[in-house]
């Protein structure tokens, strides 16, 4: 029971089912209920004939209400799909109505091409020469029998014409004597339905036919004479009936042997088969038309059941792949189509889970990707936020990406709105961080110091500019250090050495002034002879400290007063041709050698550059007792690097941090402003300058100006 | 007809005959009905015509005719002497319809097509003594 519920769960809702079962149904309960009430009074010839239409209008009605069913059924669903929008209804509503369309025209023409030469066909079979070749054959044996008939007609009447046969005693004279003149093979009087007397031919099978009814004898008594046909095992009888005058019965009979009576019999029967066969043509033909019906039938059956289950079984994926692109592309990724196909539609299904799989794998990685973003942001806000150097990003037009909180406290800003220009925030007090910034993002260099004047207070900002790179966005991170407190510290500590170095350089003069006063005086006061060249001897050595003094107050003034630079373009080999020409061949032993690319072109001061070439030369020289003196320029990205190296003594170590500061000097003589004057004019042409060992000895600097 | 009942195929009349009490101002009552066959066959060989008479579908007698007149009177003539046994009851106003199904045919050779007479109404009549 658990079984048929099983099954009937599973197949209640397959077409084949509601269709074939309540049909079943029908045709069985219909055919059984026909057979019960007709088969006790048809023959079986007839029975099976009209059993025979009785089915073939079954199954035609039973397929055409199949038809209407599973069409109307078709066509109300299509209907409501397309109403309702169901994807795929209108393309299976197009396959249904071509499928039946190109079924239907053919298999009905064929129908009625089919029905129609199948009926001309029996009307022709009918219309010819057959009907007459067995009518006439039937009259032929119909005429055997007919003589047959007369004879004993004859030899009857005889019988009854005699008056001896009224007569007992003569009747057998009489009735030999008739059947032996008229060749028959029975002559008999009858009384009342009972045989009188009888004469026969032995050899006739008189014990083989029964006696005559008692109607057969009324009716030759009504109509004056009677036959009867009586077909027996060996033959056939003919008998002939007369009324005699006395109310008797003459009869003479004619017996057919069976091989004449069988001719006979077939051709009677030939012609009878038929015309029941032409009387019953009607009925041929509407069996034989209901019988292409139902083929015809069936055929649209199927091909309509078929074509509506092929349809639904092509459109089934191709709805299902529709309807999951649609809610692919409403966001739901990972949707799979779960409808079992095998054909190429089968592969598509395949491919688009495939796509979907892999597309809801991007997206999880994509999410994933997105998150770790956003906690890398996150991170990096936080670091921004917290780190103590102002950090800006902007764009290629100027719009604020970022701004951390520290650049904010740095420029007394307040937090600025989303996509707010940087060119109206940087305004008034800020206008020359602009306009720095204007020169950073031109390229012209990377770093740059700005002093501004924020709420009357002198504030140092180191500026560094970087370009965005990756993405689809392009602009610039700027990074803004406050090195006020560094370059106050710096300067003191400047000042403070300075000041030393400026009490030691006056201090020292000051001692052969003070000794060369003292021993004057003393020589004065002891009036010795040689008072005169001890003055002159004295007062020569102040002078010359003096001169010192005062050559040393100039250059301090010199550095103090250092001009504004003026850029202009020039070739870097020109300026230091003219840089090495004044130092070459000053001191025995130590030569100059110069190896910079002609072509290099440069935006510099010239003089500037030329006087701090000069005093590294001069450092050089001074430090180098033999050897050669190179100078070389050459390009690097960005910028142009020209180095100056001599075999000297070089720097020590400790001494190279403190080697570019005012009145510095290893010498012990000079007054320590060279390098530092070299450094600033570096630094005014935003470039900057290393010092590092040479190989094999001595000292090598390097200037990096911006190109 | 002839030519079917003479190339030996069964040939029947079906007659249905149903009494009513006749009610004039309303339906008429139905009181009894019966249907009576008369089927015909016709042997060549013998050149009989055999009768068989069916009551309600129960063969009531069989005859043999060797004429054809003799054979149609007896095919359109019901003679029956009781038809109906309605018991006690008056049979006022009665009224007898008769129906015979004459042969069956096939309109476009595929619906099935019976030719049939009309209902014939007639009074039934007292029996004389």
């Keep these: ?707 | 007809m002839t030519e079917a009942l003479n190339s030996g195929l069964p040939t029947s009349f079906t007659y249905s005959i149903e009494i009513y009490r006749d009610r004039p101002n309303w339906f008429n009552s139905g009181v009894a009905k019966t249907s009576v066959e008369v089927i015909c066959t016709f042997n060549s060989l013998t050149r009989e015509y055999l009768l068989n008479y069916r009551r309600d579908r129960r063969l009531v007698r069989s005859e043999t005719f060797t004429e054809l007149a003799a054979l149609e009177r007896r095919m359109t003539v019901i003679e029956e002497i009781a038809l109906f046994d309605i018991g006690p009851r008056r049979p006022y106003k009665l009224k007898v319809a008769v129906k015979a199904d004459l042969m069956r045919g096939w309109l476009m050779y595929v619906i099935p097509w019976e030719v049939s007479t009309r209902w014939h109404d007639t009074r039934v009549r007292t029996a004389e003594p």
């Design chain 1, 1 to 707: 029971m658990a079984k048929f519920r099983d099954l009937l769960l599973r197949y209640r809702k397959d077409p084949r089912f509601i269709v074939s079962v309540p049909l079943t149904i029908l045709a069985v309960t219909s055919l059984v209920f026909y057979v019960r009430q007709q088969a006790d009074e048809l023959t079986p010839e007839a029975l099976s004939n009209r059993i025979l239409l009785f089915v073939l209008w079954n199954i035609n009605l039973l397929l055409i209400i199949g038809i209407l069913f599973v069409l109307l059924r078709g066509v109300v669903k299509l209907v409501l799909e397309r109403q309702r929008g169901i994807l795929g209804s209108r393309f299976r509503t197009k396959l249904v109505v071509t499928y039946v369309a190109t079924s239907l025209v053919p298999v009905i023409l064929l129908f009625l091409v089919a029905t129609d030469l199948l009926r001309l066909s029996i009307d022709r079979w009918f219309a010819t020469p057959v009907d007459t070749i067995l009518r006439n054959s039937e009259r032929i044996a119909q005429m055997v029998q007919d003589q047959a008939a007369d004879a004993a007609g004859g030899a009857a009447l005889e019988i009854a014409s005699d008056p001896a046969a009224g007569d007992v005693a003569s009747i057998d004279d009489v009735l030999a004597h008739v059947r032996r003149f008229h060749q028959v093979d029975l002559a008999a009087v009858y009384r009342e339905g009972i045989l009188l007397k009888a004469q026969a031919d032995p050899r006739s099978p008189i014990h083989q036919m029964a006696d005559p009814t008692l109607r057969f004898f009324e009716d030759a008594g009504r109509t004056g004479r009677a036959v009867k046909i009586d077909v027996v095992a060996s033959g056939k009888w003919i008998r002939t009936a007369v009324p005699m005058p006395d109310g008797g019965f003459a009869l003479a009979g004619v017996f057919i042997p069976a091989a004449m009576s069988r001719m006979i019999d077939e051709s009677i029967i030939a012609h009878r088969d038929f015309r029941q066969l032409r009387t019953q043509r009607q009925t041929l033909k509407a069996s034989q038309t209901m019988l292409f019906l139902a083929v015809t039938l069936a055929i649209l059956f199927g091909t309509l059941w078929i074509s509506i289950y092929a349809s639904r079984r092509i459109t089934i994926p191709i709805t299902a792949l529709a309807e999951a692109t649609a809610r692919i592309a409403e966001g739901g990724v990972g949707h799979r189509v779960e409808v079992a196909a095998t054909d190429e539609v089968g592969r598509l299904i395949e491919s688009f889970n495939d796509m979907s799989t892999q597309l809801a794998q991007q997206r999880q990685q994509l999410t994933e990707t997105n998150r770790r973003l956003d906690d890398e942001r996150a991170f990096m806000v936080t670091v921004l936020e917290s780190v103590a150097t102002g950090i800006i990003a902007f764009g290629d037009d100027l719009e604020l990406l970022s701004i951390n909180r520290a650049a904010l406290q740095m420029l007394r800003l307040e937090t600025p709105p989303p996509g707010a220009r940087l060119g109206e925030l940087l305004r008034a007090e800020l206008e020359p961080l602009a306009v720095a910034l204007q020169e950073l993002t031109s390229g012209r260099s990377r770093t740059r110091e700005v002093a501004l004047i924020l709420g009357g207070e002198l504030r140092y900002l180191e500026l560094s500019a970087a370009r965005l790179s990756g993405g689809g966005d392009s602009g610039w991170v700027l990074a803004i250090e406050d090195s006020t407190q560094l370059v106050q510290a710096q300067k003191l500590a400047a000042w403070n050495e300075a000041a030393r170095r400026i009490a030691h350089e006056i201090k020292n003069p000051l001692t052969p002034i003070q000794l060369s006063a003292e021993r004057i005086a003393k020589k004065f006061r002891s009036n010795d002879s040689d008072t005169g060249a001890a003055i002159e001897q004295g007062t020569q050595t102040i002078v010359d400290e003096v001169g010192h003094l005062k050559r040393m107050v100039d250059e301090f003034a010199r550095f103090a007063r250092m001009p504004a630079i003026h850029l202009r373009h020039a070739q870097l080999a020109v300026i230091l041709d003219q840089a090495v020409a004044l130092y070459r061949d000053v001191k025995p032993g130590v030569s100059i050698a110069i190896d910079v690319d002609p072509e290099i072109e440069l935006l510099m001061d010239r003089e500037q550059i030329r006087r701090a070439i000069g005093n590294l030369l001069k450092n050089a020289v001074e430090a180098t007792e033999e050897g050669e003196i190179r100078v070389a320029a050459r390009r690097a990205p960005h910028r142009v690097i020209i180095e100056v190296s001599d075999p000297g003594r070089g720097v020590p170590d400790e001494d190279k941090d403190k080697l570019f500061l005012p009145y510095f000097s290893t010498k012990g003589r000079g007054t320590g402003l060279g390098l530092a004057i070299v450094h600033r004019i570096v630094r005014d042409h935003d470039g900057q300058i290393h010092v590092h060992d040479n190989q094999p000895q001595g000292t090598r600097f390097e200037i990096e100006l911006p190109a």
